[in-house]
């Protein structure tokens, strides 16, 4: 009955299969192992073109590991101001890049807008010496709002991004449920649509611990294995970490996770909005739930030993919730029925009450 | 047959076995788990004081994480110009530092020796402001050429270190080995000599990817948790590297694992040495072999499927052989088998052949 | 006639004359001359406190430096959106500090306020490892937008910076001229209003290429001389920079020249903004003046030879004009004539004319 | 009578009056005065070629920008270990690079040997992910020990730098005495002979601080503007350190003061190695002398007033003495005097006496 986010969550049973039988026998260190050496082709089938990929352990990893070949010690890199790379990295890709500075664009639902982009970057200052260079853009799909970036939005900020010769990343750290959401091919979303540099997330979705960095522009890839080496995220055991992204992308594991996962927070957002006093934050299209509740029925669902977090302050009646490859249905079912029963408690008396404290 | 190195191997038992024990339900992410929060209270009972120990997956994150805090941008550390950290991490401690550079001593049989720091410490510029200034002092235990240091050497190194206001780094990426063939207490051969951090490291003998940072002068310990979060080194699922080190050092896994390697490094230098043309580099006191053996021998060895490194150069006749917690007996006594029958050929006639060509 | 800037001009003559003294016989390097030896006596007079400087050559290199010793690279520092460190630097506080961030605010007039900055730290994400950590509040004095801070304003922005364990930064480009603007001490606006470290710039008001270090905080100062060398930061012939200083420091020119720019700003923008159409953007409390003008007058001023800059885009009809210490007032007399004269024309006329082009 | 560095003279008279000369008008900045543009063709003429110059005030500012082109973050830079670059900048090239590796050679008379360069390219991991990879070469022309590379030497050097992809660089900061010693033309001894990117010195021979960091292989400085500004190297009032550089190169100032600072050296050198127990260390080809002489000589001279350094170490008999652009013909012959004088004392009894303190 945890829904603080969908790290909380274990190893999927097929992931965890997979590393058993890697497990047998010997195999060369470093990638030089046959999982690891097969991950590439079955990466390129899945994105339906050549592909470059590199295993990491975390998605932070992933994602400045990324950057840093794309934006010098003195570029810009344009995100969203509450992406994951600005805010919950402790500044990683400043330390990767070796200090190129994050500029934030503030779009609605967690999105950057092309228009927005298109903007900023007419008067980034390119070319002139006391400003730092215009690098790269990164958005985040799923993005941290739990909303989606559709093909076209993504087109359309790839064709900004390039008119400026900048080149686009995508943190995918829920890469999956966005796909699912879209009932798009990976491909679509992706490469056809300009992204040059994928965050491919496992982690969160059911494996141990494993990301891809993709590279669809392949030429960005040149050095990023000695950055990899140096940062100490190339694992000498590799083939654990290989092992969980093919058994990740077999069978469709990780698009039936990402099903279960959006078909749950769909599930529970259906019931949440129809409570008096709840209202969604933002629209749920993909694994998680962005919703005010009233604080009576917040306050009983935690009596009841539901955990998740109230969002952006411990006194916030926001709440978010996650659900992931493993959320059970009756724990959905549980979760409405609780907060229902809270509900009809006269809330307008709870919140008196409060004010009188 | 592969005695390329430990870490081909893959995971031990017992480890593999608290990896599906750790992924029972839902837990916290972030090290805000069970298995992790009890990892410090064991690490102290192991080594008998309080010590602060962080969970990482490599032995490079590991050993450049704790040196970030061991040495300033502007730093000097001293080790081995054969040192891991010198010589095979693509200038990680470097990129963790900030910059600080490795000041390399050439002491024989992989070993820095205390006089020689202390000469060099006389002379480091400490002070003067056009210097790189004595940060840190990192040793290996056991040795990149499979040696040991002594309790003595290290309290000799730790002295000197110290009365220069340095810090005392040790990097124990086979420190079990080094402890099974001291025949001491981790805690002797650690902070009772004088090491401030250690590189305690499991993945070379059992497990799949942990190495844990123990800091047994925890002021240095202060500013780690934000170096390893935005080094992307902090784990989500962090309780899937706890319960690898959880398990590795419960009920002496660790020091049966290394006991059984070293035991067949023994046997196997035992039985090599006894060849004719066989020159032993170094003494064998962990779980590695530095060998030179007669090229008909080992163009033998390769020919019947064993395999391992030719040490330093395709045509050298040097070679490393190492040793792990899973090899097994038959091979050990396969590789003696078929050396000494190549070892009866007139080497003479093989090597006048191959002049020939 | 160029009011582009006050770092279009030369050198005072008292400190061409000092130069000019300096390079009499040989002096040893680095700053064990004579005149580099006694500055800091010199400044702790100046500011009635023992203060430790360093003298650096360019504004940029003082702020970075001062920053590097105050943030550590996991770091936050607090600023205004449109500070020079933010926006001017090309990233040389991320370059310096290893790449900590630099977290914005937007109060007006280009002026950070203590009840924004209480807010902002409120939320700062502090003790929490996926955050990059609260560390030094920036201001500028006088401000980017030639607006000047009050002492009460700047001692509320320190009492808030130290209740959070903060230091506090003073990007002095400009502090003289904020000095006579205030009409304080140098002491009261600095340290004992709260400021840690303070960036002391001649360059603008006279110098040829000269600033401090100043630490009111002398325990941030520790590592400074290591940062300065290790940036190619220490003169070799360090007697040069200490001279410009000194001369700076002596008979109050720093005082005078500074005055001398604030009465001709405080002439200039007086005139203009009697013109009809003008419209002055901020207070002018410095030497810097910013004025929407109509688009008739500034192209009759480009027309007459007069230089400045259009602000923010070369279609924008804000101005930025500046005054310096040899600031002729028989110019300022001329440009407030011309803008009077192409003021008298009939502006709509003009426009018309434009548009049909 | 200071004979400590080149660095203890004032600026050449010439220089002195072009600094004088620019101070006249307004002038834009940062290089957009007509000084600073006409830069670029003055030296494309000295060296018979179009070059790229960027104008800095240090030597370390410029070594440490320049190789920051040359080598990335992951990159190894070979040189002499006695180096300024290794020893006497405080780890300003892995500041500036992000962490490259400084991989030393220890040649002769303080230069590298393109034998020797081979023969640890040949072993130098290019292409393996373990190791830092192999990007530039550096070069010190004069070298530290006074030495200076032949037409032949800097070419063989080249050859090996090049035929492994790597880059050329050559530290002049003492470049102009290394011109004047062989008697060729600058050209023959950079680009012609393969240098890519120089550090050409004016600082220590008459500048007052100013450097020149010249591109024969353009494609290398792209960002190099970028990495000046953010390192605070870029000057606003630029027109000053273009005027110091102009000035060196005009009417053969930089050759006719280098010139006579060798033939100091060179009067002194033969004076010195007269005198019994005298021992040339190197020999002498700039304007740097190492000389072992006895005790009883050095505290003579001592004595009377000159001043040098004991080069490494308080004890050392071994004297370094510089001569510069200014040095004076009559010190000079009252040095030798002295140094005769002290030297027909029985220096037995002058070392006795000292035994008996």
New interface residues.
């Given amino acids: 009955m945890?829904f603080?986010?969908d790290?909380?969550?274990?190893?999927a049973p097929e992931i965890?299969a997979a590393?058993?039988a890697?497990?047998?026998?010997?195999?060369?260190?470093?990638g030089n192992d046959e999982c690891s050496q097969r991950l590439e082709a079955k990466f390129s089938d899945l994105f339906e073109t050549a592909v470059t990929v590199f295993p990491?352990?975390?998605?932070?990893?992933?994602?400045?590991?990324a950057l840093s070949v794309m934006a010098?010690?003195?570029g810009a890199i344009y995100c969203h101001a509450e992406s994951h790379i600005n805010?919950?990295?402790?500044?990683?890709p400043?330390?990767y890049?070796?200090?190129?500075?994050?500029v934030t664009l503030t779009g609605s639902h967690g999105k950057i807008y092309a228009a927005d982009l298109a903007a900023v970057l007419a008067?980034s200052g390119a070319g002139v010496?006391?400003?730092?260079?215009p690098a790269a853009v990164s958005l985040t799909q799923a993005s941290e709002a739990g909303t989606v970036y559709s093909v076209d939005e993504v087109h359309d900020i790839a064709e900004i991004t390039h008119a400026h010769s900048l080149s686009l990343h995508m943190d995918g750290a829920r890469f999956a449920n966005a796909v699912v959401s879209l009932g798009c091919s990976p491909a679509d979303i992706t490469w056809r649509a300009g992204v040059d540099v994928l965050t491919f997330g496992a982690?969160?979705n059911g494996a141990?611990?494993a990301e891809g960095v993709v590279f669809f522009n392949q030429s960005l890839a040149e050095?990023f294995?000695?950055?990899?080496?140096?940062?100490?995220?190339?694992?000498?055991?590799m083939r654990?970490?290989s092992a969980q992204l093919e058994a990740y992308i077999t069978d469709d594991l990780w698009i039936r996770n990402a099903a279960h996962a959006n078909q749950m927070a769909a599930t529970l957002a259906a019931g949440l909005t129809s409570l008096p006093g709840a209202h969604l934050c933002h629209s749920v299209e993909a694994n998680e739930i962005f919703i005010q509740l009233p604080e009576a029925v917040i306050e009983g669902l935690v009596a009841d030993g539901f955990r998740f977090y109230r969002w952006?302050?411990e006194h916030s009646t926001t709440l978010r919730l996650v659900t992931a490859f493993n959320t059970r249905e009756e724990d959905v079912t549980a979760f409405l029925e609780a907060a229902r029963r809270y509900s009809t408690v006269d809330s307008h008396t709870v919140l008196g009450e409060l004010t009188t404290v």
């Fill in positions: 945890n603080c986010s790290n909380v969550t274990g190893v965890m590393l058993a890697a497990n047998e026998g010997a195999a060369m260190p470093y990491v352990a975390t998605g932070s990893a992933a994602n400045a590991l010098p010690p003195f805010v919950d990295e402790c500044g990683a400043e330390f890049t070796g200090g190129a500075k994050l008067r010496v006391h400003h730092v260079q982690t969160k141990m611990a050095t294995s000695y950055r990899r080496k140096r940062s100490g995220h190339l694992f000498s055991k654990f970490l952006e302050g």
